[in-house]
């Protein structure tokens, strides 16, 4: 999977997107300037940047929205972030993020994998079952992200990723200032934390902590409706 970068101004905080860059690598993708197959437009100040750099830019970010890529657009403010997403609305294949383009860009990547995903790799029973393994044992702070979803529950890109993002949703992991995703309180609390849960882990031992299977099995999920 190949992420295209096209910048359109001047950055205004490089180091923290390069750091974003550098997070997607770690996660197997290939991230380069121009088209990809997801494209992150990262808009930075218009004032005083070169206008015809900047105008290539936007012409080349229109192609690929027009070609049919995932678009996600980061860098602009609040107000601007609204103002862009009314003429989005309802465009699945836009995501307008603030500055958290790594989140866009995995969510975006597993709306494309779970389309050609068995339905049987990813059902809600199994779903449900991960997260009551991931979560076990965790304490609110420990690092979360798709590999390590991968290695405690055995599973594939396409599943980890949509656990990954079902528990972002329900606010189960959240991000870090430093760009971290960590469980949250929230993610900790759903889950009794064994005084020797750690050990547990690396003992590959199962079933340490004793709590109501329904609870755990459904802990943080939507509530239903009546």
Known sequence: MRIGIVRIGREKDADSFAKQLAELVEAGYQVGVGTGDIVIVRVGDIIGADAAETAKAVMTAARAKLAGKPVVITGLDAADRVSLASLFEGDGS????????????????????????ASADVTEEDIERCIAKVLEGRAAGETMSISVIQRVCGCSFPRAAKVFDIMSVRGLIERTES?????????????????????????????????????????GAPESEE
């Open 94 to 117: 836009v995501r307008i993020v603030g500055s958290d383009a790594v989140s866009a860009v995995m969510s975006l990547d597993l709306g494309r994998k779970l389309s050609g995903a």
């Open 179 to 219: 760009g971290r995703n960590v469980v949250s309180a929230r993610g900790a609390a759903a889950y009794e934390v064994c005084a020797d849960a750690a050990d547990a882990r690396d003992a590959d031992a199962e079933d340490v902590c004793e709590k109501d299977a329904d609870a755990a099995e459904t802990a």
